[in-house]
């Protein structure tokens, strides 16, 4: 079966500065990368998703990029926020089921 | 529409006991998805449903997990006997058509199992 590994597991940034979350995959046929945030105690809630025939989307602070050749894509955030703070997970679909990263805990200090 | 709706939020359970969980989707979702969260393993894709008619298994751990869905509008996950290695947080999800559209989480049912 398909595997996501997501580093880092624990990221901690200055108000202000970026942060960029990446992850593997090693199913060639997964075609559909999305990002979910998940706050403490709440569900994960998808901020951005990227399919296989774009390499790059951008929706305000946050972006996705993709290579499809090496397998790999990551979620880049600017000028972070504390509302930023949460656990970020990549995931991989392809068929009808998608596969989750281990995700990351993302901290913005003030 | 209120999104996925699941119950109970929270529930402790003494081990061997019969645990049920409940899950609605969102009103005309094809796609019905019950994952486990847990500190160690993440986020766990336990089985999900297409139509109301299970398409993936896989995940479900033992035969003390079992699920159903009888209609479009209602699922459940049933552990029967619990163990306290059962504790998480489990996830309905549901969407529309296949992979590629947005999948809703509903807001997890926290079970812990003494």
């Known amino acids: 079966g398909e595997n996501v590994e997501q580093h880092p597991s624990t990221l901690s940034v200055q108000e202000g500065d970026s942060a960029v979350i990446k992850c593997t995959y090693s199913d060639s046929a997964s075609n559909y990368f999305p990002w979910y945030k998940q706050e403490l105690g709440k569900r994960p809630q998808l901020i951005i998703d990227?399919?296989?025939?774009?390499g790059e989307k951008k929706d305000q602070r946050i972006a996705v990029t993709l290579n499809k050749t090496a397998k790999h894509f990551s979620l880049h955030i600017t000028e972070t926020q504390p509302e930023d703070s949460a656990v970020y997970f990549c995931?991989?679909?392809?068929?009808?089921?998608?596969?989750f990263g281990t995700g990351t805990q993302l901290k913005v200090e003030l | 529409d209120a999104g996925v709706i699941q119950s109970p939020r929270h529930e402790v359970t003494e081990m061997g006991q019969e645990v049920t969980l409940r899950c609605k989707p969102i009103s005309g979702h094809d796609y019905l998805f019950w994952y486990r969260q847990t500190m160690m393993r993440g986020l766990e894709l336990l089985i999900y449903?297409?139509?109301?008619?299970?398409?993936?298994d896989s995940g479900m751990p033992e035969d003390r997990f079992s699920a159903k869905m009888p209609n479009a509008s209602f699922s459940t996950l049933k552990i029967q006997p619990s163990e306290p290695r059962d504790s998480a947080v489990y996830f309905c999800a549901s969407s529309f058509g296949r992979v590629g559209n947005t999948i809703y989480f509903g807001e997890g049912s926290w079970l812990t199992v003494v």
């Open positions: 995931a991989t679909g392809g068929g009808n089921k998608l596969t």
């Open positions: 449903f297409n139509n109301n008619v299970p398409i993936d």
């Open positions: 990227i399919r296989s025939n774009v």
